[in-house]
């Protein structure tokens, strides 16, 4: 059975970065795209950024300027470096690897706060 499994969680002060990762326990991250979710309390899961197998990469405008994906298929992981955190960051951060099948992580919680 393949797992995602995110790692790089935490707290954090507003103005403070956390850089997130993502491992897979088989190699299926080639020739996919690669997601990031979040979901914050009370509220429904939200799209983050996309990272395709070329490598084009797309940000939601509440973090575009602030977050990068990037991936690495020979070790089978991804990340999510993010920087100028704001309080409204505060989610609970999901990997996922999309298509057929398709595979989420169990996610890792973010807390930006002072």
């Known amino acids: 059975q393949v797992q995602l499994v995110e790692s790089g969680g935490g707290l954090v002060q507003p103005g403070g970065s956390l850089r997130l990762s993502c491992a897979a326990s088989?190699?299926?991250?080639?020739?996919?795209?690669l997601g990031w979710y979040r979901q914050a309390p009370g509220k429904q899961r939200e799209w983050v950024s996309f990272i395709t197998s070329g490598g084009t990469t797309t940000y939601a405008d509440s973090v575009k300027g602030r977050f990068t994906i990037s991936r690495d298929n020979a070790k089978n992981t991804m990340s999510l470096q993010m920087n100028s955190l704001k309080p409204e960051d505060t989610a609970v951060y999901y990997c996922?690897?999309?298509?057929?099948?398709?595979?989420w992580g169990q996610g890792t919680q973010v807390t930006v706060s002072s």
């Open positions: 088989r190699s299926i991250f080639s020739g996919n795209t």
């Open positions: 996922r690897k999309l298509g057929r099948p398709d595979y």
